[in-house]
């Protein structure tokens, strides 16, 4: 098996080559763009399995890459782990860095050791959850007119497939799997997301939004209980 593959995306020559520096150190693949555009260009034709997202770039945006590596058709690549980087590290920043289908942020200026800690804890939920989607092949839950495939990692809804970000795709599925069940948001973020993972219940409160936005009529069936957290409509 060969280095995990790290896409570094940041126009500053600077930081670009401290992180690459830090990252071929701690035995990572390293591959830069200086461009949203040349990042989807490296997409197409190598096999990336993280990527380190600047927000400033020039031409297309942090967020506009994101949103784009969201929407492709090609699972393994609308998956890859993307970790946004916010020189300003203002809740907007991170908020709007999320609800484009982030998985982790970082604020610079970073400790390379931090980054490189958040780089092997979000590959490691990966891998764990590739596990678990293989141990649950089998593993559908049929709620009305949704359904959820957990072995291909797919949503329907009214046989449409929902487009959905590894981190929606996890909080539906802890949901629906227990209809009326009521988790908490630290109990989501554990399940979701790992129990390494520094993430605010803010956070949780907008992917369960850009849920509810996808899911449409049907997203009423998420409810929200006051000052506990989050349970998905029992059976009728």
């Known amino acids: 098996m060969g280095k995990v593959n790290i896409l570094v995306v940041e ?3 600077a930081i670009q080559q401290l ?49 784009k590596i969201r929407s492709k058709a090609a699972a393994d690549i609308k998956q890859i782990p993307i970790i946004i980087l916010t020189a300003k590290g203002e809740e907007e920043d991170v908020v709007t860095g999320l609800e484009c289908g982030a998985d982790d942020y970082v604020t610079k200026p970073f400790s390379p050791k931090v980054l490189i800690a958040r780089i092997k804890a979000v590959l ?8 678990s989607r293989s141990a649950d ?3 559908v839950i049929t709620l ?25 795709f996890g909080i539906l599925a802890l949901l ?12 989501i973020i554990d399940s979701v997301r790992g129990y390494d993972f520094l993430i605010t219940p803010r956070a949780i409160d907008v992917q ?8 449409g009529e049907a997203g009423t069936m998420i409810e929200t209980v006051r000052g506990i957290g989050y349970r998905f409509q029992s059976e009728q």
Not at 124 to 131: L, V
Request: glycine share 10%; charged share 30%.
């Open 19 to 67: 992180v690459s520096y830090n990252l071929i150190k701690a035995g990572f693949h390293v591959t830069c763009a200086d461009t949203g555009e040349e990042a989807l260009e490296h997409l197409l034709n190598e096999e990336i399995d993280c990527i380190l997202l600047d927000l400033m770039l020039p031409g297309m945006s942090g967020i506009e890459v994101c949103a």
């Open 176 to 187: 629906a799997g227990k209809p009326g069940w009521v988790f908490t948001r630290q109990q």
């Open 208 to 215: 369960i939004f850009g849920l509810r936005k996808k899911m």
């Open 11 to 13: 126009d500053e020559a």
């Open 137 to 139: 092949s089998q593993g």
């Open 124 to 131: 490691r939920r990966g891998f764990e959850k590739s596990k």
């Open 144 to 168: 009305n007119q949704l359904e959820i495939n957990k072995g291909r990692h797919e949503v329907k809804l009214k046989d449409e497939l929902l487009q959905l970000t590894m981190t929606e």
